[in-house]
């Protein structure tokens, strides 16, 4: 990842402000740890913090067309720019990056070329020759972006909030899949697949065409310069990329310079279900595996520090934020500074086990449809701030524009679980991999139940969490919550813990309304919560919630229900003191 | 380098608190970006930023003797600690770090083991069985550190000013060759080699080639230990390459090896600078894998006020020399190299500065080596040393080895005096020293060219942009006023005024500007030397081009250098 950072038009142009504009953007250094360069034309600035990760030795930006007319500052992985570039064969290129082709591609498309690119990516584009500007992110929001308004007539794009809060009236975060145009002074939609209508789709599933579809998004993945690796919790998304990636890297550039093992990494507390899973997994594989152990102190002493990175006062993308931060911050110091991973199957499967509930097909799939779109606020906010934190990319095969185009194409009849036909959540996915032959994973991982993923890390992570939160919100505290926060009301100590720490860093109203909120159980939406009469009862947002669903409920209902009881009994005061109103919020 | 931050004594131990401390440290991450570590006792708190060089895998920070009653957090690098560990025999060792001795040592020797360590440190010590504490730092100041005292009765130590400046009432840059204790409540010197007493008699000892270049060579050789990606910093001058020559000398039978036998060296400068040119020749010449890195005055002038509170200093010839520094240790830091050998103290040593040439007499050179070494941590030391931890780089620096110094500096001065009438430039004893026919370590033109100072080195637009660009910013009436705005340390010069302002901006406290030395000098000599010409006290200008006359190429083409 890089950051980027964008003044237009702020009416400004001296050496204050130009000091201002680079200080701003070194709260982006961690992103792009590499290097950094600014253009600045008149009043317009375009800062940019590098992790070079293609052509490291010359991709410095800001980018620019052959007669440096046309700037362009991008956070992202162009993965077709050697396509692209043989479609302009006219054009000279003054670099070997992948974002080269974007200054060139406006000179022959004008702004009619997102669409041409594959990849991920925020970026803002000046032509200096009329003083207009783009700015567009990638379909899905991968990348991050935000966008905000100076009282001086100024428009700010940064990758992170942190950049632009500070001097902007108001901001948003910047929609996926949207392109703003100054010439046309509004934002419009370039990205228009079939599925974002959320018209019931009708095609049969193919399991070869599902496989070779997401093979070819892990493939075009693994181009990159400098060393790489999988994240790896043993479940089947990360192994699925793991195994895929183990097959097809010797042939890759990245092998020829940097070994062709494949580097694979765990996070857990000490024991977890992650821990053991993941090595099972990198055992068959043959990786290189490197698990990291934490403890629960070390997360809570973390927890400021992730949230002024991640953005959010969002409850579980904090839970799971939290190890995928200290494992990146480890990865990193193994020099590596890309790495795979199995976000976004869940959105597009039905993979969370509140979608065993699903009352028929047409619901199942509005609601993946509403997962998709709203990824960018959760796993996608968080698999790439997490990361990004410490100069480290994070790559998303299953976020794959044609994967995706393939995947939200099939008759949704196959994605509904159902136990009597043997078909678990994400069955058409494990259908697809299960290859006689050639293996890509044993059966017994290929048809392995899910962990959510911040239980995975350990059962006492989340506990220890809720404990913390315990000891330092108090009663009264609660109590008033809703006359403090007054959008998104923090229903639990957690999420009032969270939301302190959120309001200190970035205490802007803007900034609060950049975070989702809404009943939501086991990480579903406000509308799923009404698949199952007992879940308005029990909104705890971790997978633990959606009783009874998980086969080991089935099998050990006694020993979990156990559990589970506790937990509500844990969490029954507050539902009856704010429970209800969070419910209301939802409509 | 890692960053350290250690508060004793604070009455609240609430997570606020807590919270505080963990952000604090974090301010010193860039030190140590691999991992962090906080150990909390009582009212005591350490913490750590890890940069991982040797034992990445088990050396996490703070590290504990066997029984977790003694904690340390450690900055440094100990060269010796394979000896050391073999007289703890009866220790047990948890990890494989370096710095793991230092709990042992103070079991078994108290607070009278630091003279035992060889390496650059600065370290923080509690004995939770008393809460005792001890704080200490290297002999020559290679490592920073500071200490403080808060209006609650706490007493801090930072790495960096950065860390304690907020939350202390009054803080001091911790002197180097000390050790603090909690016990006597002082602390007392515990480096004492005999050229440290200016009453001394001036050293008498022979100039041995042959056994300088030994010296010289061990100190570079103990410095190959780590267990991660390394390099050279080379400027093509002297030092630097003599550095980079041994390095690559001796690389294949040290564990650096493990990275490949071919050393890596790095150099920076302007498009065309003198530098680039001079360092690529010995590049070629050591067949080392040579990075060049080249920056525009414009990316320098941008990084000023990063470059400023990373270097915690507003010495003007620091910042002229730090920038190009800081600028190339993000470059070599993306490559994955995160430890580098750098040619600094050599100049101090020998006095190799061009206004050494006007060196009255031998007791007078000699007395300014010991006055410009004793210095080392307020300039080239604090230089070297931030400009490469703000990217999570570390830089070892071979010609401050104690045992080099001691050979260095117990040998008669009168060798060290420049004497064109017998052909000895400055630095001759040093030059003569691997002046080896048969297995030459440079060629003879490099190993007998003469001094560009640092930051002329990188390119001559460089300084005059710097001042052009404060021409720019700072007018006439903000400089006639600056007496009156800044009593202390009073700025001169425009460009000085420049970066007063922003280091007042990060660090506006009293106890801040007074960690930074003034006083008039001429092309980085002390004050005392200043009175060698009489036409200097005229010109003050702080860079190596004020010393008019002295360069060679003065020599040849006065006018031009004149003029400039």
Not at chain 1, 560 to 580: E, F, H, Q, W, Y
Not at chain 2, 343 to 371: M, V, W
Request: proline share 5%; with cysteine; aromatic share 10%.
């Amino acid at each position: 990842m890089c950051g980027i950072l964008a003044v237009l038009g702020c009416a400004d142009d001296s050496q204050a402000k130009r000091v201002r504009v680079l200080e701003l953007s070194r709260r982006l250094k961690h992103r792009g740890p590499d290097w950094s360069g600014l253009y600045q034309h008149g009043d317009f600035y375009l800062a940019h913090q590098r992790l070079a990760i293609v052509d490291p030795a010359s991709g410095d930006q800001p980018l620019y067309n052959e007669d440096k007319k046309i700037v362009v500052t991008v956070n992202g992985e162009i993965y077709n720019h050697e396509e692209l570039r043989k479609l302009m064969p006219n054009h000279k290129f003054h670099t070997g990056s992948d974002c080269d082709v974007i200054a060139h591609l406006y000179e022959e498309y004008g702004e009619k070329f997102l669409d041409m690119l594959d990849g991920m990516f925020s970026f803002v584009l000046l032509d200096c020759r009329d003083n207009s500007f783009l700015v567009a992110r990638d379909a899905i929001g991968i990348t991050s972006l935000y966008i905000g308004w100076g009282l001086d007539g100024s428009i700010w794009i940064s990758s992170e909030l942190k950049g632009l809060h500070d001097e902007c009236e108001h901001f948003e975060a910047f929609p996926p899949g949207y392109l703003y145009s100054s010439k046309s002074g509004g934002l419009k939609r370039w990205y228009n697949p079939p599925w974002f209508s959320e018209s019931i789709p009708s095609t049969p599933y193919d399991p070869l065409v599902l496989r070779r579809a997401f093979e070819n998004a892990v493939i075009k993945r693994l181009m990159t310069d400098v060393p790489f690796g999988v994240l790896l919790s043993g479940g089947l998304d990360s192994s699925l990329v793991a195994s895929i990636t183990s097959r097809y890297m010797a042939g890759t550039k990245a092998a020829k310079h940097w070994g062709s093992q494949l580097h694979s990494f765990c996070v857990g507390l000490e024991g977890s279900p992650d821990l053991k899973a993941a090595k099972e997994v990198a055992d068959y594989l043959g990786t290189v595996h490197h698990e990291f152990h934490f403890t629960v102190q070390d997360g809570i002493d973390a927890i400021e520090d992730v949230i002024y990175h991640i953005e959010t006062y969002d409850v579980t993308t904090i839970r799971a934020s939290t190890p995928m931060f200290l494992m990146s911050r480890k990865i990193k110091s193994l020099g590596v500074k890309m790495v795979l991973s199995g976000e976004g199957a869940d959105e597009i499967f039905g993979g969370y086990l509140y979608f065993h509930k699903a009352p028929n097909k047409e619901e199942f799939h509005r609601e993946n449809c509403h997962k998709l779109k709203a990824l960018h606020q959760y796993d996608c906010l968080r698999a790439n701030k997490a990361t990004s934190a410490w100069g480290l990319e994070a790559r998303v095969p299953f976020l794959d524009k044609e994967f995706l185009n393939v995947a939200m194409s099939i008759d949704p009849e196959w994605k509904l679980i159902k136990p009597d036909q043997g078909r678990i959540e994400k069955w058409i996915m494990r259908r697809a991999f299960d290859d006689e032959e050639r293996p890509y994973l044993p059966k017994h991982i290929l048809y392995r139940q899910k962990e959510q993923f911040s239980d995975g890390v350990g059962y006492s992570w989340i506990d220890g969490l809720k404990a913390h939160a315990e000891e330092h919100v108090t009663d009264r505290m609660m109590l008033n919550a809703d006359h403090i926060f007054t959008h998104n009301t923090p229903t639990s100590k957690e999420a009032y813990y969270y939301r302190m720490i959120f309001e200190r860093f970035f205490p802007q109203n803007s900034a609060s309304l950049t975070v989702p909120g809404g009943a939501s159980v086991a990480c579903s939406t406000a509308t799923a919560v009404l698949w199952d009469a007992s879940w308005s009862k029990n909104l705890d947002p971790s997978g633990r919630a959606a009783i009874g669903v998980h086969n080991s409920a089935y099998e050990k209902h006694l020993a979990n229900g156990n559990l589970t009881t506790s937990k509500i009994t844990d969490s029954a005061p507050m539902r009856d003191g704010v429970g209800a109103p969070g419910l209301t919020i939802r409509g | 380098m890692c960053g350290i931050l250690a508060v004793f004594g604070v009455a609240d131990n609430s997570q606020k608190k807590r919270s505080r401390i963990i952000e604090l440290s974090s301010r010193l991450r860039h030190r140590g970006p691999d991992w962090s570590g906080l150990h909390h006792h009582k009212d005591c708190y350490l913490a750590h930023q890890r940069l991982a060089i040797v034992d990445p895998a088990s050396g996490d920070q703070p590290l504990y003797n066997e029984d977790k009653t003694v904690v340390v957090a450690v900055n440094g690098e100990i060269y010796n600690h394979k000896e050391l560990r073999e007289k703890l025999k009866s220790h047990e060792f948890r990890t494989g770090s370096d710095c793991e001795v230092i709990a042992h040592l103070y079991e078994d020797y108290g607070e009278d083991f630091v003279n035992m360590l060889d390496g650059m440190f600065s370290f923080v010590l509690l004995d939770t069985r008393d809460n005792s504490f001890i704080a200490a730092r290297d002999a020559i100041g290679i490592t920073p550190l500071y200490y403080g005292w808060g209006l609650d009765g706490s007493t801090w130590f930072a790495s960096e000013m950065k860390a304690l400046s907020d939350d202390c009432e009054r803080f001091m840059t911790f002197p180097p060759g000390h050790v603090y204790s909690s016990k006597t409540g002082v602390q007392k010197r515990w480096y004492n080699p005999p050229w440290w007493n200016p009453e001394s008699p001036i050293p008498s000892g022979p100039y041995d080639p042959l056994v300088l270049r030994k010296a010289f060579e061990k100190a570079v050789i103990k410095r190959l230990m780590t267990d991660v990606p390394f390099g050279v910093l080379l400027s093509g001058g002297l030092d630097s390459s003599l550095v980079a020559s041994v390095a690559s000398r001796y690389l294949a039978d040290s564990t650096a090896a493990q990275w490949g036998s071919q050393l890596h060296t790095f150099c920076v400068g302007l498009k065309g600078s003198p530098d680039l040119g001079a360092a690529r020749e010995v590049a070629d010449y050591l067949g080392t894998r040579h990075h060049e890195f080249h920056f525009t005055v414009q990316e320098g002038i941008d990084a000023l006020e990063e470059v400023i509170y990373h270097i915690e200093t507003y010495d003007v010839t620091t910042i002229r020399a730090s920038t190009p520094m800081f600028l190339m240790s993000r470059k070599i830091k993306s490559l994955g190299v995160k430890m580098v050998l750098s040619g600094e103290g050599s100049d101090e040593i020998f006095g190799g500065y061009l206004y050494f040439h006007k060196a009255p007499n031998k007791e007078e050179l000699h007395h300014e080596t010991c006055r410009k070494i004793k210095a080392l941590h307020l300039y080239d030391c604090l230089r070297a040393n931030k400009s490469t931890s703000a990217w999570g780089v570390e830089a070892r620096v071979p010609f401050l080895d104690k045992e080099f110094i001691n050979i260095a500096m117990g040998m008669d001065p009168e060798w060290k005096m420049i004497r064109p009438d017998l052909g000895r430039i400055e630095k001759w004893v040093l030059r003569n020293a691997f002046d080896d026919e048969q297995s030459p370590y440079l060629p003879k033109h490099i190993l007998y060219r003469q001094k560009e100072q640092f930051s002329d080195g990188v390119g001559y637009s460089w300084i005059d942009g710097l001042k052009d660009h404060a021409d720019q910013q700072v007018t006439d009436s903000m400089l006639d006023k600056a007496s009156f705005v800044y009593p202390e340390n009073t700025p001169t010069t425009k460009e000085a005024y420049l970066y007063r302002t922003i280091f007042e901006r990060f660090f506006p406290k009293n106890s801040a500007r007074s960690t930074v030395p003034g006083g008039p000098s001429v092309a980085c000599s002390t004050a005392k030397a200043v009175e060698w010409d009489a036409a200097w006290s005229k010109n003050l200008d702080p860079s190596g081009r004020a010393a008019l006359g002295v360069h060679a190429s003065a020599y040849i083409d006065n006018g031009k250098t004149a003029t400039q």
